[in-house]
């Protein structure tokens, strides 16, 4: 079991950065592939970053490429998705996902979910 508490949303101008953090507790957060999901109003529910248990490797959608970064470290049971030159259209509430072993596009693939964070990006 895994439980995971997000963190470090807010409200930012345009062209701003974030950083959000991933909180889990549980001895196997290290064996799980990481994900960063954000849902806007009205909008289904989209992989914007994810991460391989061990952090060696990434996968970005093209919405996000060179703007969003993730990252985790296993000896603090934590991964960060490092957000800047935010745009308006990247305001959503933003959740990490536990799951699987190598990154999964898929919201199925993850197992343990995040309860959510408010990213607010004012033009």
């Known amino acids: 079991q895994v439980q995971l508490v997000d963190s470090g949303g807010g409200l930012v101008q345009v062209g701003g950065s974030l950083r959000l953090s991933c909180a889990a507790s549980g001895r196997n957060f290290f064996r799980y592939a990481m994900g960063w999901f954000r849902q806007a109003p009205g909008k289904e529910r989209e992989l914007v970053a994810a991460i391989r248990w061990d952090g060696g490797s990434t996968y970005y959608p093209d919405s996000v490429k060179g703007r969003f970064t993730i990252s985790r470290d296993n000896a603090k049971n934590t991964v960060y998705l490092q957000m800047n030159s935010l745009k308006a259209e990247d305001t959503a509430v933003y959740s990490c996902?536990?799951?699987?072993?190598?990154?999964?596009?898929?919201?199925?693939?993850?197992?343990?979910w995040g309860q959510g964070t408010q990213v607010t990006v004012s033009s």
């Open positions: 996902a536990a799951g699987g072993k190598y990154p999964g596009l898929a919201e199925s693939h993850y197992d343990y």
